[in-house]
């Protein structure tokens, strides 16, 4: 039922090629299930994220990517600008988990505001980040704070999105996201800087 | 490392610590399968969690021809329905379940969590399905 090439890595390609979302609406709204699945390999990694950005468990992430999925193609007769289809499942994809939280009777996490870093965001050397370093990176990373570990979630999705999608998953001003962008990598810079096993020179 | 190219590791780091699961992106493409074109859509026009948590959540759908409304509890899916005969089904993304309509009300178990919508048949025999809701 699912095409072979799905579980390759090619919808990394997507990063590079101009896709015609529109024209893919319009066919997957006939039927069509290559077009559609161009639209999953497309925005799935964004869909992921966004799950991940709000701390969805394995299996609770899975079901909010395929509700909005599902969702999608309730609405594909009537989705008036297919050109936005990434910021339509963006939303649907927030409101999918909001309501997973909720569900859960899961607290909301508080609302802090994101800082400054408090040191001076040290230039992070290329090849400390290779290799087995990233499994530390990625623990690192996870112990952000909440906002800041949000946000970069949402925007290391593969392939990047933009600013104003990242904005609709998270209910921020599109203005808002460039700032905390940098903000929160410089955060993350400085607690690698301050991981000793970071540190280490190959 | 300038952000951008920070970023891009951290990308690196996402697409190998945290993939889109295989299963995921098979639920996806799978998606558009499940789409009826044929039927009338009844729609949600109630929806009450009794108990945030756990405890029946109550859900009411409405077409022109049929309404629907079901009670939900660990599995159990228990359906009232007017305006329609036969039997009803109940399908998730992943199954399908067919109980008979006895003086309106039918009843399911063994429904996973997740989606779940109700197919019945009108008694002009118009298929009707409701929208999908979270059981």
């Known amino acids: 039922m699912c095409p072979a090439g799905h579980t390759n890595q090619d919808g990394v390609a997507g990063h590079h090629v101009h896709m015609d979302i529109p024209a893919l609406v319009a066919a997957a709204a006939r039927g069509d299930q290559s077009a559609w699945d161009a639209l999953v390999r497309q925005f799935s990694g964004l869909l992921w994220s966004i799950a991940r950005a709000y701390r969805l468990s394995d299996a609770d992430a899975a079901d909010a ?3 909005t999925w599902i969702k999608l193609v309730e609405h594909l007769d009537r989705i008036t600008e297919p050109e936005r289809l990434a910021g339509w499942l963006s939303t649907t994809a927030r409101h999918e988990c909001l309501q997973l939280i909720r569900r859960s009777g899961r607290l909301p996490e508080p609302a802090e505001e994101i800082a400054d870093s408090p040191d001076p965001a040290p230039a ?3 090849e400390l980040l290779v290799g087995e370093r990233n499994a530390r990176l990625w ?3 996870e112990e952000l704070p909440d906002r800041c570990r949000r946000l970069l979630r949402v925007l290391m999705a593969s392939p990047p999105p933009a600013y104003a999608d990242v904005a609709l998953a998270l209910d921020m001003p599109v203005g808002s996201i460039g700032p905390n962008r940098q903000r929160c990598l410089g955060r993350l810079k400085a607690l690698v800087r301050g991981d000793s096993l970071l540190e280490e020179r190959s | 490392m300038n952000d951008d190219d920070f970023l891009d590791v951290l990308r690196a780091t996402a697409d190998e610590f945290d993939p889109v699961p295989a299963g995921v992106l098979r639920d996806a493409s799978a998606a558009l399968a499940l789409r009826s074109l044929d039927a009338e859509l009844a729609e949600l ?3 009450e969690a009794l108990v945030r948590g756990d405890g029946p959540l109550t859900l009411a759908f409405e077409s022109e021809r049929v309404t629907v409304n079901l009670e939900i509890s660990d599995g159990v899916v228990r359906g009232l329905v007017t305006g329609a005969e036969g039997e009803a089904v109940v399908e998730t993304p992943h199954s399908r379940r067919a109980a008979p309509i006895t003086d309106g009300w039918f009843t399911v178990t063994d429904v996973p969590s997740g ?3 109700i ?6 025999g118009t298929p009707v399905v409701t929208r999908w809701a979270r059981g």
């Open chain 1, 65 to 67: 990517v395929q509700c």
């Open chain 1, 124 to 126: 992070v050397d290329h």
């Open chain 1, 139 to 141: 623990r690192v990373f």
């Open chain 2, 45 to 47: 026009v109630e929806s």
């Open chain 2, 115 to 117: 989606l779940v919508r």
């Open chain 2, 119 to 124: 197919r019945v048949t009108a008694s002009d």
